[in-house]
């Protein structure tokens, strides 16, 4: 089955699931180009026909702090990701895997307590303009109209988008050039700074 084994690797989570052999949320081998070995990545197989790639898995110990973030540059990390809970994928290498696998969603998924935000870039022009605003755009683009509520969220964030700082994507009071803090750490914020 393909995703399975190192020497049948997939080209992504995506294609796992539209060859018919998703299995359950998990570890799946892939290679998303010939030139570089097969990664061991962690793919989300149930969520919204499934087929979707953990970037990153971070952990915020209290409310003011962050552990120190751990910013891959390479395909060597993807094993890494589920297990460390500060470690992301860096903006050039999300930058790849756009170029290569013909990236279109990105999904925001946080808990907190009982609390659950579960976002999707929406699957059209606007999602679009999402992605290039984390990947190397500078204009924050809207939050009404450019996401989806995903199958987890109970929010207030999702219900409200005019609740948004500016009503935008990312966080301008920080600046508008933070590299990977921007999709890491200033993604999405409320007004309140929530």
Request: net charge positive.
């Amino acid at each position: 089955r393909r995703g399975w084994l190192p020497s049948l690797p997939a080209k992504s989570c995506k294609d796992i699931v539209g060859s018919g052999d998703a299995g359950l949320d998990g570890k799946y081998w892939v290679r998303p180009d010939d030139a570089r070995p097969p990664a061991h990545v962690t793919c989300d197989m149930t969520t919204n026909g499934g087929g979707w790639l953990l970037i990153s898995s971070i952990e915020k110990i209290d409310s003011h702090d962050i552990q120190p973030l751990r910013v891959c540059k390479d395909y060597k990390c993807y094993p890494d990701i589920a297990n460390f809970m500060s470690l992301a994928l860096s903006p050039e290498l999300l930058q790849q895997i756009k170029r290569r696998l013909g990236l279109t969603q990105m999904r925001f998924h946080c808990r907190k307590d009982k609390k659950q935000l579960d976002l999707i870039t929406s699957d059209n022009n606007r999602g679009s303009h999402v992605i290039k605003y984390f990947l190397d755009e500078k204009d924050r683009p809207a939050a009404c109209g450019y996401f989806e509520r995903g199958p987890e969220d109970n929010s207030s964030l999702e219900k409200d988008c005019h609740g948004w700082e500016s009503e935008k994507w990312g966080c301008g009071g920080l600046g508008t050039d933070l590299g990977w803090k921007r999709l890491y750490r200033n993604a999405i914020r409320g007004k309140s700074g929530i």
